[in-house]
């Protein structure tokens, strides 16, 4: 399923891809090819866009587990999911743990860990992490 954002103009996956773990370009590889019912166009998010689903507490959500995500969306109990935002665009952040510096240039992005609500940068080939799909409307 998917949930629109009117605020922001763009249309969510409901849920986070859990079941697979890949690295950046992969990613964006399966974000481009994916279909959610009818719908095509798929992308990953900005950091600024994954973090409008990031919520102020840990929450029951769709899943029925508790994570920082907000209760509409399914994330189990919270996953880490890339974004496109690399460490030349925001090479500094401030979560509510901490501020965080990345200087690996172009060779990482940020991303989100929805279980304790916190953002992270991460190296590029790192088959580590999850994908969020989201459409701009």
Do not use: M
């Amino acid at each position: 399923g998917t949930i629109t954002d009117t605020v922001n103009k763009l249309l969510w996956a409901k849920s986070g891809v859990k079941e697979k773990r890949v690295n950046f370009k992969d990613a964006k590889k399966h974000a481009a090819s994916a279909t959610i019912g009818e719908i095509s166009g798929w992308r990953l998010p900005t950091l600024p866009e994954l973090a409008t689903l990031l919520g102020n507490q840990r929450v029951l959500n769709a899943s029925g587990k508790k994570a920082w995500v907000k209760s509409e969306f399914d994330d189990g109990r919270g996953q880490h999911y890339w974004t496109t935002t690399k460490c030349t665009e925001v090479s500094y952040i401030e979560d509510r743990y901490q501020k965080k510096i990345c200087q690996e240039g172009e060779s990482a992005v940020w991303l989100i860990h929805f279980n304790v609500g916190a953002i992270f940068w991460q190296f590029l080939n790192k088959p580590l992490f999850h994908i969020w799909l989201v459409k701009s409307l």
